[in-house]
């Protein structure tokens, strides 16, 4: 059964500094998904990564995938309020969530 | 471009009755999901439809819980008879296909939120 971990579960940082997320699974998978979910709200699509070493970028936000290590990094950069939300990643065909990171970004 | 459209948004009910929850996709998406999210965790995947066949409904409870996707395009999810845990947020999503790698980004619609007293 394909588990997935998130660390940390909460994150309180302050507007622009950097931090980085991480998304580890258990079993080999060739997909993974980024999404944001504000309180209160659905899911919105980030990031889809579909290869080893794929890399993409959006704003302030940067994710990562190394499939070998079974590992996805969301890298925050310079953070501002407006990134305060809760990120899921996801993996797999049959979307196997991990737990969510809620962030909060403070002045 | 409309997006996932779900009704209710707010459903309360006692246990042991019985919910609907209806799901229109974004036009032209084959793939439909429903998931359930628990207060506090992630999505949890109860059915996926390719079209009007189920492509995965493992983790979907049988003995109360059923999906449907007629003519290929909106969806039903009942619960019958509802029980205190079913309490959480019935999430539909769409995509344009699910093959393989050649999967694209899933749309979520805004959700029903339901509560079992």
């Known amino acids: 059964e394909l588990k997935v971990e998130q660390n940390p579960l909460f994150l309180s940082m302050q507007e622009g500094k950097n931090y980085t997320i991480y998304c580890n699974y258990s079993?080999?998978?060739?997909?993974l998904y980024w999404y944001r979910q504000d309180p209160g709200k659905s899911l919105e699509s980030l990031f889809v990564?579909?290869?080893?070493?794929a890399v993409k970028q959006e704003g302030r936000l940067m994710a990562s995938l190394d499939t070998k290590a079974r590992l996805s990094t969301l890298h925050i950069t310079a953070a501002v309020h407006d990134l305060s939300a809760t990120y899921f990643c996801a993996v797999g065909s049959r979307l196997t969530f991990g737990e969510g990171t809620q962030l909060t970004v403070n002045p | 471009e409309a997006g996932v459209a779900q009704s209710p948004r707010y459903k309360i009910i006692e246990k042991r009755q019985s919910v609907a929850f209806w799901c229109n996709p974004i036009?032209?998406?084959?793939?439909l999901y429903w998931y359930q999210q628990i207060l506090g965790q992630g999505p949890k995947l109860l059915i996926q439809f390719q079209n009007n066949g189920v492509v995965d409904d493992s983790q979907l409870p049988k003995d109360r819980f059923s999906a449907e996707r007629l003519k290929g395009v909106d969806s039903t999810l009942k619960i019958q008879p509802a029980k205190l845990e079913d309490s959480a947020v019935y999430l539909c999503?769409?995509?344009?296909?699910?093959?393989?790698?050649?999967?694209?980004?899933?749309?979520f619609g805004p959700g029903t939120r339901l509560l079992v007293l």
């Open positions: 036009s032209g998406h084959a793939t």
């Open positions: 999503a769409s995509s344009l296909r699910d093959r393989g790698l050649l999967v694209g980004t899933q749309y």
């Open positions: 990564l579909l290869s080893n070493g």
């Open positions: 079993t080999t998978s060739d997909r």
